[in-house]
């Protein structure tokens, strides 16, 4: 079967959710037994997501080969349960350098570069490189930004041309939004016949409409809109609002978002998709009476997005426990060692959140030390974890002022710095490890029985380590670490053993959890919680 091709669009206003949306079609359709990948294209002109602010663009979510792309690429994964990588992202930014490198190598034969037709022509490559191999059956690919922005142009004229190449091959679903005016108490079909217009006017016909409402809208209404906007009724689905976002494929499955998309590219296929597993996920979701208290430290909690990963596996790890999540996100900034009991008292167990730079660092450390002397289930990731290994050398091994060179060039102890062999390592905008690296695991540790093996592969975000040269003592002193890199001989995961779960990681175990698939260590720490709780 050759590969066939869905565009998903946005219109009206931006964070509609194309991501879920996509996600979720991609969800349907493996579940029949198809070959599915996602893609994202955003039009920003940053290579990558790696050096954007947590505050102009929430996570960067890093892939298995070490990209730092869109946080929709999570949701992507948590959904489909497919690692993505590199090719699954792309940005203007990456367009044109590489039509820019081609013209320097003088690949254009002297002719003058233009956006069409070359760099549509290479964002059309890009498109199809996932589909070359013949791996899938279908390839969704999201393009962001909304129709009207002007950055978004020349990926969407890609879809317009690419429409015609591909012929039934190719589907175009546009996502709007329908805003109840509560005043005339309607809902109005104006913006997205506004929308639908625009994407018209640019050569491309949507073939399904998917209508984001907080209201349900009646079968009149989406009568209205097709004929407005040249749709066949059964193509028009409404996005209402659902208590989770787990919910969404099996929305778009009732209305037969699926079945239209499988018809229109004239793809035989039989029965309904297999979503047993993902209802069971749901129904422990839904039917857990009891809540876990969780509280999350760091120093970007105004913006939720920017833990995203972190929450969605804390939320599956609740799920698959039997309970609900009940997530506090705590800013680091505020805590020192005068009120951290107040503040933390009342948690089953703290999750010590990554991050860089010193802002919240000693908080974090704080947060650190007072679970420790309280037997508090605490799971630290990345400078999470470095700062639990501060926080014990300071006040466990005696090492006055020691600290992690990223916050204090001048420590006396340098227990988390820069190691000598990461020196001679590429430099990828500021960071050393980026991707899978494999974690060898010490045999009857605390992250061996979450895992239930000796040695695993970790998503890495990270330049700085715990350092060598106080290994030994930190051992001696209790902090065991219990993995190791067999390679680069770095420490991957410590703990304390006579703790009741007190864990840290160098890697980022949030990067691999998914709906169907939870990361062990994060189900670990929530059992542990809840233990907690049920022990107070």
Request: hydrophobic residues 35%; glycine residues 8%.
């Amino acid at each position: 079967m050759e590969t066939k091709y869905i565009f998903v669009t946005g219109g009206v206003v931006s964070s509609l959710g194309k991501g879920v949306i996509s996600s979720s079609l991609a969800c349907l359709l493996k579940a029949r037994g198809f070959r599915v990948t996602i893609q994202k294209f955003d039009p920003y002109i940053n290579i990558n997501s790696g050096l954007l602010n947590p505050y102009e663009h929430g996570e960067s979510y890093v892939t298995v080969d070490g990209h730092e792309g869109d946080l929709d690429l999570g949701h992507y994964e948590r959904f489909t349960n497919i690692q993505t990588t590199k090719a699954n992202n792309i940005t203007s930014g990456r367009i044109y350098q590489n039509v820019i490198n081609r013209e320097r190598r003088g690949e254009y034969s002297g002719k003058t570069v233009q956006v069409i037709p070359h760099i549509t022509d290479e964002i059309k490559r890009n498109i199809k490189k996932l589909g070359s191999k013949g791996e899938y059956d279908f390839i969704v690919t999201e393009i962001g930004g909304t129709v009207g922005d002007i950055e978004s142009l020349p990926f969407l004229e890609s879809v317009r041309q690419l429409r015609w190449e591909l012929g039934d091959r190719c589907v175009c679903v546009h996502l709007t939004y329908m805003p109840y005016v509560a005043a005339a108490k309607e809902l109005k079909t104006k913006p997205t016949q506004h929308s639908v217009k625009k994407l018209q006017e640019l050569g491309i016909q949507p073939d399904v409409l998917i209508l984001r409402t907080e209201h349900n809208i009646e079968a009149d209404v989406r009568r209205k809109i097709a004929l407005f906007c040249n749709v066949d009724p059964k193509a028009v689905i409404q996005s209402i609002d659902v208590p989770t976002i787990y919910e969404v494929p099996l929305k778009m499955h009732e209305q037969g978002f699926d079945t239209f998309v499988l018809n229109k590219t004239n793809t035989k296929f039989e029965g309904e998709p297999d979503m047993t597993l993902w209802n069971n996920f749901l129904n422990k979701l839904k039917n857990a009476e009891k809540s876990v208290k969780i509280g999350l430290v760091g120093k970007y909690v105004e913006l939720p997005d920017a833990y995203k990963s972190i929450m969605e596996s804390l939320i599956q790890a609740a799920t698959y426990n039997d309970r609900k999540l009940d997530l506090k996100l705590i800013q680091s900034e505020t805590i020192n060692d005068g009120n951290v009991g107040q503040i933390l008292g009342e948690m089953d167990g703290v999750l010590i959140a990554p991050g860089s730079k010193p802002r919240g660092v000693e908080g974090k450390i704080a947060a650190a030390k007072w679970c420790r002397e309280n037997n508090v289930p605490t799971f630290g990731i990345s400078l999470g974890m470095q700062c639990m290994i501060v926080e014990f050398a300071r006040n466990v091994m005696g090492l006055a002022g020691a600290d992690s060179t990223e916050m204090n060039q001048s420590t006396p102890h340098k227990v988390i710095d820069c190691m000598d062999d990461q020196k001679s390592m590429p430099d990828v905008d500021g960071l050393t490890r980026m991707g899978n690296f494999e974690c060898q695991i010490m045999p009857n540790s605390k992250v061996a029985k979450a895992y239930g093996v000796d040695s695993v592969q970790e998503r890495h975000h990270n330049r700085y380590e715990v350092n060598n040269a106080y290994r030994e003592d930190l051992e001696k002193a209790g902090m065991k670490c219990v993995a190791i890199n067999p390679t680069l001989n770095f420490v991957e995961a410590v703990e304390l053993s006579d703790k009741q779960w007190f864990v840290g990681v160098q890697y980022h175990p949030e990067y691999s959890s998914t709906v169907l698939n939870p990361h062990p260590l994060f189900v670990d720490f929530v059992r542990a919680a809840v233990e907690y709780s049920e022990s107070k």
